[in-house]
């Protein structure tokens, strides 16, 4: 028997969940970057306004790389975009803290689970 549609398509936004929450949160600190119009040369002076929106950068793809760490990268990012708002000249203007904070709650509210057993799968305490 073939699954309907509406069965499979909570599976489908949960597998999604983490790539759309990973590139909100890079673009988050993305923006921040670009309100400030961060060079490759100010970047390299490893200025506290400069190295908040580089750790969300670097929190939203490990969200997407890495979904074993999933939980702990957005709970950094997360705390990376509240600092933003002191750090970083109010967080891009509140969008880019805005932004980060939402990536990393989709981030975190899309964690997995333990898996149910599947429909087919052998329950120890019944017939096959």
Request: proline share 9%; glycine share 14%; charged share 15%.
């Amino acid at each position: 028997m073939v699954p309907s549609d509406a069965r499979t398509a909570p599976g489908l936004r949960r597998h999604r969940r983490p790539f759309g929450a990973g590139l909100v949160l890079a673009l988050g600190g993305a923006e921040i970057l670009l309100v400030q119009r961060a060079g490759p040369a100010e970047l390299l002076t490893a200025d506290v306004r400069y190295l908040v929106p580089l750790l969300m950068v670097l929190c939203g793809v490990l969200v997407v790389a890495d979904p074993r760490r999933r939980r702990r990268c957005a709970a950094v990012g997360v705390l990376a975009s509240l600092a933003s708002w002191v750090a970083s000249d109010l967080g891009g203007f509140l969008l880019g803290a805005a932004l980060g904070i939402l990536g990393g709650a989709l981030a975190l509210g899309g964690a997995a689970g333990p898996v149910p057993p599947g429909p087919r799968a052998a329950r120890p305490d019944g017939p096959a």
